[in-house]
C-alpha cells in the first residue's frame, strides 16, 4: 500500500475517474482518491486500508470493490453513498489523498494532471465533526488527539458491521 497527497483541480469528474479506472486495469491495481480536507494524517488511510484488506481477504466485504471498501472504512460509515458524501472527491477539488494497493504506475501524476504534495495529508486546521468528533471531546482530550479520535471512529465502525 502506498499512500500519498497531491494537488490538482478536476475540471470534469467523469473523465478524471475514466483515466483512474484506466490505470488501474492497466496496472492491476487498485486506486482511491479521498477529499484531503477530510484525513486526518496518512496513519488514518493505512488504518482504513488494513482494515479493509484483512475484510476483503476474508471474503466479508460489504462493497463490490476493495477501492469502495477502503473508502467506507476511511470514511467510518457503512453505506457507500455516505461515505462519497463525507470523504468523496468531486469537481473543482484540489487536494487529494490517494491510496494504491499495488505498484505506483511510473505516469500516474502525468496521467491525471496532478503533482504529489504530502502536506495535504497534515490533519492540522481540518474540522473533525465530520467524523462526529465534539468540541467537548477536542477540550477533552485535547488538539492533538484528534487523529487518534479519527481512528477510534474507524475502529467503532468496525464492530458495528
Same mark, same amino acid.
Given at each position: 500500500?502506498? =499512500?500519498?497527497? =497531491?494537488?490538482? #483541480?478536476?475540471?470534469?469528474?467523469?473523465?478524471? $475517474?475514466?483515466?483512474?479506472?484506466? @490505470?488501474?486495469?492497466?496496472?492491476? #491495481?487498485? #486506486?482511491?482518491?479521498?477529499?484531503?480536507?477530510?484525513?486526518?494524517?496518512?496513519?488514518? $488511510? /493505512?488504518?482504513?486500508?488494513?482494515?479493509?484488506?484483512?475484510?476483503?481477504?476474508?471474503?466479508?466485504?460489504?462493497?463490490?470493490?476493495?477501492?469502495?471498501? =477502503?473508502?467506507?472504512?476511511?470514511?467510518?460509515?457503512?453505506? +457507500?453513498?455516505?461515505?462519497?458524501?463525507?470523504?468523496? =472527491?468531486?469537481?473543482?477539488?484540489?487536494?487529494?489523498?490517494?491510496?494504491? /494497493?499495488?505498484? /505506483?504506475?511510473?505516469? @500516474?501524476?502525468?496521467?491525471?494532471?496532478?503533482?504529489?504534495? !504530502?502536506?495535504? @495529508?497534515?490533519?492540522?486546521?481540518? !474540522?473533525?465533526?465530520?467524523?462526529?468528533?465534539?468540541?467537548?471531546?477536542?477540550?477533552?482530550?485535547?488538539?492533538?488527539?484528534?487523529?487518534?479520535?479519527? $481512528?477510534?471512529?474507524?475502529? $467503532?465502525?468496525?464492530? +458495528?458491521?
Amino acid at each position: 500500500m502506498i =499512500i500519498f497527497g =497531491i494537488r490538482g #483541480i478536476i475540471q470534469n469528474l467523469d473523465d478524471f $475517474l475514466k483515466k483512474v479506472t484506466v @490505470l488501474e486495469k492497466e496496472n492491476k #491495481i487498485t #486506486i482511491q482518491l479521498f477529499r484531503a480536507d477530510r484525513i486526518f494524517g496518512q496513519e488514518h $488511510l /493505512v488504518s482504513a486500508t488494513e482494515k479493509a484488506v484483512r475484510t476483503w481477504d476474508a471474503g466479508r466485504a460489504m462493497s463490490r470493490t476493495l477501492g469502495m471498501e =477502503i473508502m467506507l472504512y476511511a470514511a467510518a460509515e457503512r453505506q +457507500t453513498s455516505e461515505a462519497i458524501r463525507k470523504i468523496g =472527491i468531486h469537481e473543482g477539488i484540489s487536494e487529494m489523498a490517494v491510496v494504491i /494497493v499495488g505498484q /505506483v504506475p511510473e505516469n @500516474l501524476l502525468e496521467s491525471l494532471g496532478v503533482e504529489q504534495d !504530502d502536506s495535504v @495529508l497534515e490533519p492540522k486546521g481540518k !474540522d473533525p465533526a465530520i467524523f462526529g468528533i465534539t468540541r467537548e471531546e477536542i477540550e477533552t482530550e485535547g488538539e492533538a488527539r484528534i487523529p487518534e479520535l479519527v $481512528l477510534e471512529k474507524i475502529a $467503532l465502525s468496525e464492530v +458495528t458491521r
